[in-house]
RNA sequence: CGGGGCGUAGCGCAGUUUGGCUAGCGCGCUAGACUGGGGGUCUAGAGGUCGUGGGUUCAAAUCCCGCCGCCCCGACCA
């Protein structure tokens, strides 16, 4: 391809409205063009981009033995409300009418659409397991569009469900999408850390995330540096303490609590700010509705509750907050001065309030907290548990070192999601005793822009990006230096077609432009490999040879330039692939401990 | 949805406070000349519903009101 040709509208200054790295570049090395709020276009060089992960993604899926399908994005409202996903799925849901006045949905996700796929098609045990997929345009009404293409109101996903008889199965095919997710991502080039997620009410191992570290980031994870334990900030659990007795001995002769006025004062920065105290020596009451009835959960002021861990602790399956009505109603206090002292509904209590020797806490009074509480004695602790989120420096729930927090890119998610969408929607099989049960379901999804996103996110420097060779748009990039030159435009045109010969996407420069210009747009577009003809080189009988992750150029024999630099292509190649199938065999090695 | 900011040429901006002549500057673009290894120089050009609708005024990019769009923080994110 000749870049007069290719359409690389590159952008000497940066738009404004972009501040992520990978958002700034993607418009400057003229891959992206916004047009509204959350809606890219994909220029050619980007869509090249794009389409070498689709095509890693599609090459993996069907070696894992996925069925690649494609469904419709239009969907009847009908199905999400069988689901009850209409309600829950709430403005979220991009939706219109036709001119008949049907009701669309435009499929945010394919549960639904799959599931009802399968109800028809899938009648015998025989027919399992299967899992299906598709890549496909996912629309998703965002409150708030971010990043550039990172979070967007269209974007490219790629899904994928399973359908199993049983336990077993399901467990099989989710650890073969685990494994072709480890090995995509490593095709990809990107740095990536599997973590739990929450999963909701299966519980257990069965979600896990797939996260870019990134500041940019929106999602945040804590890992141990020490073990291999990484979690979701919502989902990590939280080691007991090392040093500190869970519960301290209560000093039988500490002071009362002392009530103190607190007029007006109902956040706990207000109280601290009043009181002349920190956030971590008072704690906070929240109350819920665990399966509609309420219950109280206590947290140190500076600690966040985490409603899937309160959910637990009480054993509902639902938990929503309280509003402010109910609250009043359910404890006779009004909110902002709730306290566990004399509570009247179920209490949790996180542990390390429970550690606390003393506390300032709510007095279920307008206008009243109490201070120099010590829990065991003024309130019960017969339900300490690890209520709240992690953060950084929280110690490990394995192994105890103390753990980090981080910011990542979610790019993919796998998913156990048993029998929800089964049975809310009839997909029955027949098992080989002739019951009908339904079919147990999995998820999985892959964020196809997030990619590359990400990969500009984790391979950028000051001049530009840094594309992985399996990424790139183009591998090499050749920059003949004087158009009027004949030598020099043969020289370029005969590695081109060595290049091309040999399987490799070749960019020729061929814009009558100033060395630095093509030098500059070449780093900003960041194709892995530069090479530089010119008259001055062929005088020398060389030509230059810059990789763009080195920080210097190196000449090789003009004579013998085609083989040698088709030597270090396929040294990269191959050492992308080294590192690829390391991974995957010390990933089977750990499956076999 | 709450808070903040912005909307003037493809991109980056000035001009708006205090209304006033053909609305400017840099980059990019077109033509030409010189130049030729890290975004060159010069000359000559093209390119504008000043987001949009209304109002005030002799006169509106500038003042007033409505609307639309975009960005950031927060809320939200099966």
Redesign the pocket.
């Given at each position: 391809m000749r870049w007069s040709k290719a359409l690389i509208p590159?952008?000497?200054?940066?738009?404004?409205?972009a501040?992520?790295p990978s958002h700034k570049l993607l418009l400057r090395a003229g891959m992206v063009r916004?047009l509204?709020?959350?809606a890219y276009t994909y220029l050619p060089i980007g869509f090249r981009v794009l389409s070498k992960v689709v095509r890693i993604i599609r090459e993996e899926m069907d070696a894992a033995g996925a069925l690649e399908l494609l469904m419709p994005a239009l969907q009847p409202v009908e199905l999400w409300k069988e689901s009850g996903r209409y309600e829950?799925?709430g403005d979220?849901l991009m939706q219109l009418k036709t001119s008949s006045d049907q009701h669309f949905a435009l499929g945010?996700?394919h549960e639904e659409v799959i599931t009802d796929l399968v109800r028809d098609l899938v009648r015998s045990y025989k027919q399992l397991p299967v899992t299906l997929y598709q890549i496909q345009t996912k629309f998703r009404d965002e409150?708030?569009?971010?990043?550039g293409i990172l979070r967007t109101r269209e974007f490219l996903m790629k899904d994928a469900y399973s359908f199993d008889a049983n336990v077993e199965q399901l467990n099989d095919s989710y650890d073969a999408m685990y494994e072709a997710y480890c090995r995509i991502f490593d095709r990809c080039g990107i740095p990536y850390a599997i973590v739990e997620a929450e999963s909701g009410p299966i519980g257990g191992d069965s979600s896990h995330e797939f996260m870019v570290p990134s500041s940019t980031g929106?999602d945040t994870i804590v890992q141990c540096p020490a073990c291999n334990y990484a979690a979701n900030k919502e989902r990590a659990e939280i080691g007991a303490p090392s040093e500190a007795p869970a519960i301290p001995a209560a000093t039988p002769d500490a002071p009362s609590p002392a009530p103190v006025e607190t007029p007006n004062r109902r956040t706990i920065q207000e109280i601290c700010d009043f009181l002349k105290i920190t956030e971590a020596e008072t704690a906070k009451l929240l109350v819920f509705l665990a399966d509609g009835r309420p219950v109280a959960a206590l947290v140190r002021g500076d600690h966040e509750a985490n409603e899937a861990k309160v959910r637990r602790a009480f054993g509902a399956t639902t938990l929503t907050q309280a509003d402010a009505p109910t609250i009043e109603k359910a404890t006779g206090a009004p909110m902002g001065f709730l306290g566990p002292v004399e509570i009247k509904i179920p209490l949790a209590v996180d542990r390390s309030v429970a550690a606390m020797p003393t506390v300032v806490v709510g007095g279920n009074k307008l206008d009243v907290h109490l201070t120099g509480v010590v829990p065991g004695r003024d309130f019960p602790l017969d339900k300490v548990l690890d209520l709240r989120n992690a953060v950084g420096g929280d110690p490990c729930p394995k192994c105890g070192r103390l753990m980090v927090e981080n910011q990542g890119i979610e790019v993919g998610?796998v998913f156990k999601l048993g029998t929800k969408y089964s049975r809310a929607m009839g997909a029955h099989f027949l098992d080989d005793k002739g019951q009908e049960i339904p079919v147990i379901m999995g998820c999985y999804?892959i964020g196809v822009n997030r990619i590359v996103a990400a990969a500009v996110e984790a391979g950028h420097d000051d001049?530009g990006i840094v594309w992985p060779l399996s990424l790139a748009p183009y591998h090499v990039l050749i920059a003949p230096?004087q158009l009027n030159n004949p030598a020099v435009m043969e020289a370029a045109e005969a590695l081109e077609k060595k290049f091309e010969a040999a399987g490799y996407d070749v960019l020729v420069d061929d814009r009558?432009?100033?060395?630095?210009?093509k030098?500059?747009?070449a780093?900003?577009i960041g194709i892995p490999l530069r090479i530089?003809i010119?008259e001055?080189?062929l005088k020398e009988g060389t030509v230059?040879v810059?990789w763009r992750t080195d920080a210097s150029?190196h000449n090789v024999s003009a004579a013998t330039a085609d083989e040698a630099i088709l030597a270090e292509l396929e040294t990269t190649r191959r050492g992308m692939e080294n590192v690829s199938a390391e991974r995957r065999i010390s990933r089977a090695a750990s499956r076999g401990q």
């Open positions: 590159t952008l000497k200054e940066t738009p404004a409205d501040v992520a916004q509204g709020a959350g829950t799925f979220l945010p996700t409150p708030r569009p971010r990043f929106e998610h999804g001049n230096l009558d432009q100033r060395p630095g210009v030098f500059k747009d780093d900003l530089v010119s001055r080189g230059e810059k150029a």
